[in-house]
Structure formats: structure tokens, C-alpha cells
Nanobody, 119 residues
Framework: QVQLVESGGGLVQPGGSLRLSCAAS????????MGWYRQAPGKQRELVAD???????GYVESVKGRFTVSRDNAKNTVYLQMNSLRPEDTAVYYC?????????????WGQGTQVTVSS
């Protein structure tokens, strides 16, 4: 079965950095487009960063210049490097993978990892 497992979350002070990792198994990783979503209490889930299988990336405006998404297909892992963290970045961060199979989009989700930015 397909599994996505996030790690690297924790408590960090404003201005600090964290690196999130998401390891995939049970699927050909290179076939997946990957993304990072986050959800804060009382707010809807939002897409933070996205990276397709070819390596092109996209970011929500609020994290541009601070976050970097990357992938290592040999390790079946996608990363989110988060710098200059702000309290408003506090959320549960979820790893997402997606592919098209027989013309149908498939989505896979990790369990989430908590990121808390606080003094």
C-alpha cells in the first residue's frame, strides 16, 4: 500500500528554520507530483509548495523567498526547507502525492507533522 510519512516538525522561535521530510513507499516515487499543505486551527487547508516530477516548483505568495521545496527521487523523499519562520506559519503540515492513472487523478496523504513558531 502507498504510504507517505512526514517528519521534522517541532517548536521553533520566530526567525528560525526547520526542514520537513516526507518519505514515500509502495509507489514509484518518480511518477508522483508532490506538495506540502498546511492547516492552522480554525482555518482551511492551503497549498504551501508544490513540485512536479520534472522538478518545477510553485509556492503560495506568503512563503516565497522563505521556503524551498525539493525532491530526491533516489531516496523517495520530498523536503520542505523553511527559513525565517513566522508565528503565522504555525500549522499542521501535510505531505501530498498525486499521479494520473488511466486518466484519473489519484491523491495520497501523510499523517501530518506539527510546526509551532513561538517565542
Amino acid at each position: 500500500q502507498v504510504q507517505l510519512v512526514e517528519s521534522g516538525g517541532g517548536l521553533v522561535q520566530p526567525g528560525g528554520s526547520l526542514r520537513l521530510s516526507c518519505a514515500a513507499s509502495g509507489i514509484i516515487f518518480s511518477s508522483l507530483a508532490m506538495g506540502w499543505y498546511r492547516q492552522a486551527p480554525g482555518k482551511q487547508r492551503e497549498l504551501v509548495a508544490d513540485i512536479i516530477s520534472g522538478g518545477s516548483t510553485g509556492y503560495v505568495e506568503s512563503v516565497k523567498g522563505r521556503f524551498t521545496v525539493s525532491r530526491d527521487n533516489a531516496k523517495n523523499t520530498v523536503y520542505l526547507q523553511m527559513n525565517s519562520l513566522r508565528p503565522e506559519d504555525t500549522a499542521v503540515y501535510y505531505c501530498n502525492g498525486r499521479q494520473v492513472l488511466s486518466g484519473r487523478l489519484q491523491n495520497f496523504w501523510g499523517q501530518g507533522t506539527q510546526v509551532t513558531v513561538s517565542s
